[in-house]
């Protein structure tokens, strides 16, 4: 099983690298006034991370809120 786990993570890795590799021309990303130009690859770490965090933080939340009486 430890194998199948490795091989699992080297194929995402692999998947992770290749586009960020493939995406490297930069694209402009407009918010509320707000302009930000980097690489596509960038632009989705940086919603991935913000996914992370705030769906950790909802998932605290939850959590939270059913075990307090």
Do not use: C, D, E
Not at 13 to 42: D, H, K
């Amino acid at each position: 099983m430890r194998w199948l786990n490795t091989a699992v993570i080297i194929v995402l890795v692999a998947g992770i690298l290749i586009f960020a590799f493939q995406n490297l021309q930069s694209v402009t990303v407009s918010f509320l006034g707000l302009r930000i130009t980097a690489p596509l690859a960038v632009h989705v770490l940086i919603i991935y991370v913000v996914g992370m965090a705030t769906g950790g933080s909802a998932w605290a939340l939850m959590r939270w809120a059913v075990r307090k009486p």
